[in-house]
């Protein structure tokens, strides 16, 4: 199966600042998603982006299949968004939904 | 509509024990999945259903560990015996199909004494 490597493992903002959430992948990918996992541990889904470009809100979201990455750009962080952030991907021939170890997020005040 | 339903949200047990987790996916949803995850961790696939059969169970330690799926349905997942390393959150997810959007339920917080 793919392997999922996510940078930056942690990641602490000031309320108002832009980030950019990178998820590499080992192999290229036909299904790829992000989450928002929240304190009580529920995993939110925010993106289903095999490839382009979505936004929704201050989130937005870039799959460039064939260099087997994804970018997800959060602008004017807001101290909700704190949490941990996942990317999760199947490759082609494997129809597993395999998960990064996440983005640690933290927006202070 | 609806979303993915487990049960329980929260169960403590001892050591040696055995213990089942419920999971009712989205209505019309083929694929079923079960993942671990370990407190900072990512979610970790245990078992993979398309319908009621076993597309990928590699990575369920199946000498404590089974999950069933009958009718196609609702799905179970028990540890017997459960070891201190199993605590965990449990977390089921269902999609329309393979290679399709999936979306997990709130989870089960699992904690062995």
């Known amino acids: 199966g793919i392997q999922v490597e996510q940078s930056p493992p942690d990641l602490i903002l000031q309320e108002g600042a832009n980030s950019t959430l990178r998820c590499n992948f080992s192999d290229s990918v036909n299904n790829l998603q992000w989450f928002h996992q929240n304190p009580w541990g529920q995993l939110i889904n925010l993106f289903y982006i095999p490839s382009g470009t979505k936004q929704n809100g201050r989130l937005s979201a870039t799959t460039v299949a064939t260099e087997r990455y994804s970018l997800l750009y959060i602008s004017s962080s807001q101290t909700t968004d704190s949490g941990v952030y996942f990317c999760a991907g199947v490759s082609g021939g494997y129809n597993k939904l395999i998960f990064g170890a996440g983005t640690r997020l933290a927006v202070h005040p | 509509e609806a979303g993915v339903a487990q049960s329980p949200r929260y169960k403590i047990i001892e050591k040696r024990q055995s213990v089942a987790f419920w999971c009712n996916p989205i209505s019309g949803h083929a694929t079923l999945y079960w993942y671990q995850q370990i407190l900072g961790q990512g979610p970790k696939l245990l078992i993979q259903?398309?319908?009621?059969?076993?597309?990928?169970d590699s990575q369920l330690p199946k000498d404590r560990f089974s999950a069933e799926r009958l009718k196609g349905v609702d799905s179970t997942l028990k540890i017997q015996p459960a070891k201190l390393e199993d605590s965990a959150v449990y977390l089921c997810a269902s999609s329309f199909q393979e290679n399709t959007e999936a979306f997990f339920g709130q989870g089960t917080r699992l904690t062995v004494v």
């Open positions: 259903f398309q319908n009621n059969g076993v597309v990928d």
